[in-house]
């Protein structure tokens, strides 16, 4: 047989083809075997995400999944936003879904609040996609700026949200300090969680509606009924 | 040819000193920079590199008769881009706090300049177990620096090493700082520039 021209044009687009359509099987076969395995790491992800928004950190793998499944009641998703009440010692806590915009990216979160004459922030954990390291990634990674946000009032008389991160702190019962030098990502924090805490006890309400009134009989509930469909919360 | 032959052997230990690829050559910095702000990542980044840099050597290597002059380049950076894929799934499915802290780095190990290079200049004109070794040392180099650069970065500008917390409570109240500035690409490319001379003040040896 003569030697193969590799340089003739019909080796090199057979080539190609071949090489080709070998990756493609290649690739395909390897993401189809991973994906149950990355799938189990995405939903721990979540339930590790949602147990540091309840300050229960520092758990890992089947202990964080059966400390889930014996803190979080029900779930629930309205407005595209998710809601998960839970219930700690007996007492209810509702954690509400973030979804906003940072400096380069999306950041997320979730923010849980319980009644204490009115709904406080019982914890936060705050995640982003690609904030700047040391700067608007403090988010994620400053526990201690996350736990600022602990016992914070969360609406005012008008049931408007008062929660907010600001420059100059001047009601620390509502107000958080922004990470220095992070302004802008901090500043999407803020937006965002007046976005998605606005409705959060109408919502709330709407879904877990059972639990909210069963805690009513036992001790305060996280929201009471609305009376009105425009009050947030009574 | 043996084993480990003095030609080998020579093809091993090359990049780790003399054609060092990011002292001696001074390629792929960029991830050098962007990876190393904690140890861990820099770590895995530096095996990840490694592994991807040998593979791919010894598969080009293989098809390097069958590889057509005009498509050579658009073959090697299949191939690459196929392996960093896989790589890059297999993190996110064993070690996915880690693939999360790597997000897009992994995928820009395609474009190091430090595979591409070692493709041409090496693989495509040697047998798979040579290309292999010269691959695993110019990966190896690669990490080694990851790894310095990272250790001083989370060291200085945190107070860990691998997350665990080294330097005492007891230095913070007596008024010592991280140094914010570490956390920053550019202070990894100052290091980087001082790793440089040390390694050519006292190690590197002109042929």
């Known amino acids: ?234 | 040819m043996a084993l480990f032959s003095k030609q080998n052997k020579e093809v091993f230990l090359n990049p780790l000193n003399i054609d060092h690829p990011i002292l001696g050559q001074v390629l792929g910095i960029c991830s050098a920079l962007a990876v190393t702000a904690q140890l861990k990542p820099a770590i895995v980044m530096g095996l990840a590199v490694t592994v991807i840099t040998a593979f791919s050597n010894v598969i080009i290597s293989i098809i390097r008769n069958t590889i057509p002059n005009r498509i050579r380049i658009v073959v090697q950076l299949v191939v690459v881009a196929a392996l960093v894929t896989i790589v890059s799934q297999i993190l996110k499915a064993f070690a996915y706090d880690v693939s999360v802290q790597l997000s897009v780095y992994v995928g820009l190990i395609i474009t190091n300049c430090i595979l591409m290079g070692r493709l041409e200049a090496f693989a495509m004109m040697n047998k798979p177990w040579p290309s292999f070794l010269d691959g695993l040392g110019n990966g190896l180099g690669y990490a080694m620096i990851l790894v310095i650069v990272g250790a001083v970065r989370e060291l200085l500008g945190r107070g860990s090493l691998l997350g665990i917390q080294l330097v005492p409570d007891v230095c913070y109240d007596w008024g010592y700082v991280n140094n914010g500035m570490m956390t920053m690409p550019a202070m990894a490319l100052i290091l980087v520039g001082c790793v440089i001379w040390v390694h050519r003040a006292y190690f590197y040896k002109e042929k």
């Open chain 1, 1 to 234: 047989m003569a030697k193969l021209n590799t340089n003739s044009n019909a080796y090199i687009i057979i080539y190609s083809a071949v090489l080709v359509v070998i990756v493609a099987f290649l690739l395909a076969f390897v993401y189809q075997a991973l994906k149950p395995m990355q799938d189990e790491n995405v939903e721990l992800d979540r339930q590790k995400q949602i147990l540091y928004s309840l300050n229960i950190r520092n758990l890992d793998g089947d202990e964080a999944r059966a400390k889930y499944k014996e803190v979080v009641k029900a779930e629930g998703e309205k407005d595209g936003r998710k809601y998960y009440m839970c219930s700690i010692d007996g007492e209810n806590v509702l954690v509400v879904q973030l979804k906003g915009m940072g400096l380069w990216g999306g950041i997320s979160g979730y923010l849980s609040l319980h009644n204490q004459q009115a709904p406080t922030v019982y914890g936060a954990y705050f995640n982003h996609e690609s904030e700047t390291a040391g700067l608007g990634a403090e988010i994620k990674d400053s526990r201690a700026w996350q736990e600022q946000f602990v016992g914070k009032r969360i609406y005012d008389d008008n049931y408007e949200v008062v929660l907010s991160v600001v420059k100059k702190v001047d009601d620390p019962t509502t107000q958080v300090d922004v990470v220095t030098g992070a302004t802008l990502t901090s500043n999407g924090v803020d937006a965002m969680i007046k976005e998605c805490l606005q409705n959060a006890c109408t919502n709330a309400f709407s879904l877990f509606a059972d639990i909210m009134k069963q805690g009513a009989q036992e001790q305060a509930p996280v929201c009471t009924a609305p009376a009105d469909s425009t009050a947030a919360c009574q």
